[in-house]
C-alpha cells in the first residue's frame, strides 16, 4: 500500500514537473492594473512639475516601444510585450506639432491624451483631460 502511495505521488511529481514550465507565465490582471497605476503616477508627477516649475513639461510617449518616458524626471515605465499597448494623442498642442508627447502646462492645464493598455478582455485606459489636467484610469471590459 505505501509503494503505491509512492508511485502515485511520484508520477504527480514528474507530470508537475513536465507541465508547471509550460504554463502561461503571461501579464496577470493585478499586474496589468499595476501599469495603469503606474502610468498615472508618472503622468501626475509630470504634472506637478509643470505647475512648480511654472514651465511646460512633456511626457513622451513611444507605442511601439510600449514605453512612457518622464518630462520631469526621466523616469520610464516600460509595458510588458504581452499587453496591447496604444495611445490616442492630439496632433498639435498650443499651435505646435505634439510629437507623441502629453504635455502639462504652468496653469495646470494639459493637452490631453489617452493610453489604453488590453490583455485578455480587460483594458485600462489611462485618460488625461485636456483642460484640468487631471488624470484618471478608467477600467473597462472588451466585448
Do not use: H
Not at 66 to 93: E, I, N, Q
Not at 130 to 139: E, N, S
Amino acid at each position: 500500500m505505501l509503494i503505491e502511495i509512492v508511485c502515485v505521488i511520484a508520477i504527480v511529481a514528474l507530470l508537475a514537473a513536465i507541465l508547471l514550465p509550460r504554463m502561461p507565465s503571461g501579464t496577470s490582471q493585478s499586474r496589468l492594473q499595476a501599469y495603469a497605476v503606474e502610468l498615472a503616477t508618472l503622468l501626475k508627477a509630470d504634472r506637478n512639475a509643470a505647475l512648480w516649475r511654472r514651465a511646460v513639461v512633456a511626457a513622451t510617449v513611444d507605442a511601439e516601444a510600449r514605453t512612457l518616458v518622464s518630462g520631469s524626471s526621466g523616469r520610464v515605465v516600460k509595458v510588458a510585450d504581452d499587453v496591447a499597448f496604444d495611445a490616442l494623442l492630439p496632433s498639435r498642442c498650443d499651435g505646435r506639432p505634439a510629437l507623441s508627447t502629453i504635455s502639462f502646462f504652468a496653469t495646470g492645464m494639459s493637452c490631453g491624451g489617452l493610453i489604453r493598455l488590453t490583455r485578455f478582455g480587460s483594458i485600462y485606459e489611462v485618460r488625461v483631460n485636456w483642460l484640468t489636467g487631471g488624470i484618471d484610469i478608467v477600467t473597462r471590459s472588451a466585448l
